[in-house]
T-cell receptor, first 111, second 113 residues
């Protein structure tokens, strides 16, 4: 059972454009929602995270929007750069450090 | 501070064999989690250890096991390997002060032939 659904699977954006990745979750016990960035040959690295009592969080060019009633959250990458080309994963956390990940979105930023 | 170190980086085994993967967490981190990453199933939680005790377990068969030592280093073992066990196995560590922030290693790429 996939508890976190992520879309799109891939996207291509021009340099300077906005990348938007969406996630929907089912488990209402999730109390922490991180986004991870993964480059080829590397492990995922935490990018930004949000708790369900906050509707938006911004860190630099990265913004999470959170809609608790809809059980949805999204990542916006503003002014996308070629160095942002990577795979992005959303996740939800319930007990302990058990993360349930979305399927991932491969982002390609064209110069 | 050194990051999470996983060894070996690559491993090739044949069906039926067993394998042990090693993970050294960031110094001071007492929680170690293991994840399996495959193109088909994505990232899936295997188990988590804290102070040598398993505190959480994912939905994997009993062939997958792990342990944590007193220095927080962790190992995971897969017995009777199957072709479907081919995957990138990732270890992540976290500290008590930043419990929810996981730091991942680069993983061990296991190929089962």
């Amino acid at each position: 059972q996939q508890q976190v659904k992520q879309s799109p699977q891939s996207l291509i954006v021009q340099k300077g454009g906005i990348s938007i990745i969406n996630c929907a979750y089912e488990n209402t016990a999730f109390d922490y929602f991180p986004w991870y960035q993964q480059f080829p040959g590397k492990g995922p690295a935490l990018l930004i995270a949000i708790r369900p009592d906050v509707s938006e969080k911004k860190e630099g060019r990265f913004t999470i929007s959170f809609n608790k009633s809809a059980k949805q959250f999204s990542l916006h990458i503003m002014d996308s750069q070629p160095g942002d080309s990577a795979t992005y994963f959303c996740a939800g956390k319930a007990a302990g450090n058990k993360l349930t990940f979305g399927g991932g979105t491969r982002v390609l930023v064209k110069p | 501070k050194a990051g999470v170190t996983q060894t070996p980086r690559y491993l090739i085994k044949t069906r039926g064999q067993q394998v042990t993967l090693s993970c050294s967490p960031i110094s001071g981190h007492r929680s170690v989690s293991w994840y399996q990453q495959t193109p088909g199933q994505g990232l899936q939680f295997l188990f988590e250890y804290f102070s040598e005790t398993q505190r959480n377990k994912g939905n994997f068969p009993g062939r997958f096991s792990g342990r944590q030592f007193s220095n927080s280093r962790s190992e995971m073992n897969v017995s009777t390997l199957e072709l479907g066990d081919s995957a990138l196995y990732l270890c992540a560590s976290s500290s008590v002060s930043t419990n929810e922030k996981l730091f991942f290693g680069s993983g061990t790429q296991l190929s089962v032939l």
